[in-house]
């Protein structure tokens, strides 16, 4: 079992991509493999022949390093393994009992830091919580979440969240039965006429049972320990984006398809130009050899909350300070795709000095709040754009007339113990400062 991200210490057996006889080429997806922090798949890198499986697909909490194959040279003998079992290769070992870095995968601190901020050391301080209680067993096939999941493609299932297609019912036409993006676009509910099942359905509990995964117990365990260990306050402010959407407008028309800017790119390089003129909110709280320190970063990388099939991820777009938009634009569209196909490493999520999450697509969300992501000490949270009708000068000397002005509402939400509220409101006015003078973005 390969470790595919620093804070693995299991993991769970999914689809086998190769099966026994098969060739092996660097590079070949050899297994689905589901982590604490996202499904993945395992890329081999040497060259031979799968001989054996050791571990089937459905096996859960495999230890990093038991034996979970056996792999032989091309020009090696097949057949000296065809009775080896994983007692042959040394026995399946033991997932550690304690698991508190399971936290640690969502963490925007390296859980080997030194500080004892880190996730690791945390968790350590904590009390140990009641041993955790296995439900009875159904008799049934171990299963992991890949396999209680349709085998379906990333693309598919983010559409399937967007239409609400009920995954489970579509019949997938790819490889091996394998749900495509086509089938959830053709996919129509039955007719709601009568049916012999009925009765049986209605019989049944009225509610769905689902099994949390391992990312949503990591983000289920970062979030409440972020909203224990933080004291957040939130500052709001309406800010005008007028400006900003003309010279998008313009950016874009003379681009020539180079690139394409959203409004996201403008607002993640505005909160970078207000952390480098209030450092304070670029800091975080850290407990270094018994020493409290407060860790102003020279840098600001900041992490953009993305929305997978799988639950929330932040990648990180380091450096904004020094970057332009239409780099800033490149990079969060990368980050975006491969992290909604959970093809992020380690240290594109793991880091970060401020955190944005915006919610402005969904024309429903005005305004809201988020929980900062530890041990950085703000977060900012972006609404939708709205119309408003704002008073201006009229051409005749002493009235007023009304314009509309483009609008979205922006919230902090900042940690007291690192960013006193003064602070956090200075922070907001050089933000709000920028985005309604974007001119200044380009200097």
């Not at 929980?371 to 000490?377: G, M, R, T």
């Amino acid at each position: 079992m390969p470790a595919l991200s620093p804070t693995m210490t299991s993991g769970n057996i999914g689809t086998w991509q190769k099966q026994a006889g098969d060739s092996l080429a660097p590079g070949d997806v050899l297994v689905e493999i589901e982590t604490d922090k996202a499904q993945m798949d395992f890329e081999f890198q040497e060259e031979g022949v799968l001989v054996k499986i050791l571990q089937e697909s459905g096996t859960k909490d495999v230890a990093v390093g038991s034996p979970i194959a056996v792999m032989v040279e091309e020009d090696g003998d097949p057949s000296a393994f065809e009775s080896f079992t994983i007692d042959d290769a040394g026995g399946a070992k033991e997932p550690p009992k304690e698991a508190p870095k399971e936290e640690a995968a969502n963490s925007s601190e390296p859980p080997d830091s030194g500080s004892q901020t880190s996730p690791s050391t945390l968790s350590s301080k904590s009390e140990p919580g009641p041993e955790p209680q296995e439900p009875e067993s159904t008799g049934g096939r171990l299963e992991t979440s890949l396999s209680r999941e349709p085998n379906a493609s990333p693309s598919a299932k983010a559409l399937a969240l967007e239409r609400g297609v009920p995954i489970k019912s579509v019949q997938g036409t790819g490889p091996g039965g394998r749900v495509t993006k086509s089938d959830i676009e053709k996919y129509k509910p039955a007719s709601s006429g009568s049916s012999a099942a009925a009765p049986a359905a209605a019989a049944g509990p009225p509610y769905t049972d689902v099994p949390a995964s391992s990312m949503r117990k990591t983000i289920a365990n970062r979030l409440v320990q972020s909203m224990n260990q933080n004291p957040h306050y939130f500052v709001a402010s309406s800010v005008s984006v007028t400006k900003l959407l003309k010279l998008r407008e313009a950016l874009n028309a003379s681009a020539n398809g180079a690139y394409k800017l959203s409004v996201n790119d403008f607002l993640i390089k505005a909160s970078a130009v207000a952390c480098m003129k209030v450092p304070t909110v670029n800091s975080s709280w850290r407990e270094i050899d018994g020493q409290t320190v407060i860790r102003q970063h020279n840098s600001v990388d900041v992490s953009v909350a993305v929305a997978t099939p799988i639950g929330l991820m932040t990648p990180i777009v380091s450096a904004v300070e020094g970057r332009g938009l239409q780099s800033i634009s490149a990079a969060v569209k990368d980050l975006g795709k491969r992290a909604r196909d959970g093809k992020l490493k380690p240290e594109e999520y793991q880091g970060g000095t401020f955190t944005i999450s915006n919610m402005g697509m969904n024309n429903a969300v005005e305004r809201f709040t988020a929980v900062i992501n530890p041990p950085q000490a703000a977060i900012l949270a972006v609404g939708t754009t709205k119309k408003v009708a704002i008073p201006v000068p009229s051409d005749i000397e002493g009235e007023m007339t009304t314009e509309w002005d483009d609008q979205i509402v922006v919230t902090g939400s900042f940690d007291h113990k690192v960013v006193d509220g003064a602070v956090g409101g200075d922070w907001i006015r050089e933000f709000k400062k920028v985005v309604e003078n974007p001119l200044e973005l380009l200097l």
